[in-house]
């Protein structure tokens, strides 16, 4: 078939990464983690020596810098200057930091540039992230927006992490809080966005309501 652009964003823990990446291997579609972006760009800025709240400093950080993101579904990848950071970029520093980074509006650009051409450059792409839907790719085929209650979404990180459930819970909600009430492109539903709440459905379920939505529509 033709290009296929799907676009799926929601908060952490929503299930966003695992559906997205079982979904482009099914539809054999590239998978962009545009996350994973702003957290190899907050690993550089940590890693050299800036604090993440001085948004002229991190720009220029950014500016700086060679991202080589990796598109497999099977085995994503991303390097900052040939470095690769798939490791460090989820540890707690990076995370507590990200959101930070993530607002400010000229990174934003940026990495918004970079994921376009990451796009375009793909037949057919699995995009992830947090305003993929209503700004990178505003033209996909299929806006999916993910949500789970906050109880599930910590016991999943915290599965993932191995971090303590409660403490996991309180940086959702501190993430969540800056996502979507900073000023650049906040965490946002897209009007047209297909909205599906995982607490009690399974991945596969997810996966295959999302295949047959596709079918219907492609
Ligand atoms: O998805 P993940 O939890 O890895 O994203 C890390 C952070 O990157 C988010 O908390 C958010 O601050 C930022 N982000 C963003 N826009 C995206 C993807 C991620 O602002 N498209």
Redesign the pocket.
Known sequence: SGRCVVAV?GP?GSG??TVSRRLAAALDASYL???????AV?WAVLQSGVDPHDADAVIKVAGDIELAVGTDPQAPHIQVNGTPVDRS?RGPEV?GA??A???VPWV?QL?VAE?RKLIAAAPRVVV?????GTV?APDADLKVYLTASADARARRRSAETLADVAATAADLHR??K??ST?AA?P?QQADDAVVLDTTELGIDEVVSRLLALLDWRV
Do not use: H
Not at 33 to 39: H, N
Not at 128 to 132: A, L, P, Q, S, T
């Open positions: 964003d952490s966003k990464s983690d545009t996350g994973a972006m702003y957290r907050t970029i995370t990200v959101s980074v993530a607002a934003r990495l994921q992830e992230g947090r305003d993929i990178v993430r969540d800056l996502d900073r492109d965490l």
